[in-house]
C-alpha cells in the first residue's frame, strides 16, 4: 500500500513564502499525474497544481505565478513552492498520487496565512 506523507505547512505572514513536501513510500514515478489540493473550511476541495511523470504541469488560475510544483523521482518527492502568499490561500493542502486504476491522498498539512 502506497502512502503519501505531506510536510512544510504552518503560519506565515501575507506575502511570505513555504514549500510544502510529499514523500510516497514507494517509487512516484508510477504514478502518472501528482497533484496538490486544498480545501479551506465550508469550502469544497480543489486542486492547486498538478504535474505528470514527464514534468507537465498545470495550475488554478488562482495560483499561476505564485506556486511552483515539481518533482524529485529520485527522492520519491512532490513539492509545492508557494510564494506572495494571501489570506484566501489558507487551507489544508493534500498530496494525490493518481495510477490508471487507483489514487491516493496524503493526510493534509495545514497552511494558515495571517498576520
Known amino acids: 500500500q502506497v502512502q503519501l506523507v505531506e510536510s512544510g505547512g504552518g503560519l506565515v505572514q501575507p506575502g511570505g513564502s513555504l514549500r510544502l513536501s510529499c514523500v510516497a513510500s514507494?517509487?512516484?514515478?508510477?504514478?502518472?499525474?501528482m497533484g496538490w489540493y486544498r480545501q479551506a473550511p465550508g469550502k469544497q476541495r480543489e486542486l492547486v497544481a498538478a504535474i505528470t511523470n514527464t514534468g507537465s504541469a498545470n495550475y488554478a488560475d488562482s495560483v499561476k505565478g505564485r506556486f511552483t510544483i515539481s518533482r524529485d523521482n529520485a527522492k520519491n518527492t512532490v513539492y509545492l513552492q508557494m510564494n506572495s502568499l494571501k489570506p484566501e490561500d489558507t487551507a489544508v493542502y493534500y498530496c494525490k498520487g493518481q495510477k490508471l486504476a487507483s489514487q491516493y491522498w496524503g493526510q493534509g498539512t495545514q497552511v494558515t496565512v495571517s498576520a
Open positions: 514507494g517509487s512516484i514515478f508510477s504514478f502518472y499525474v
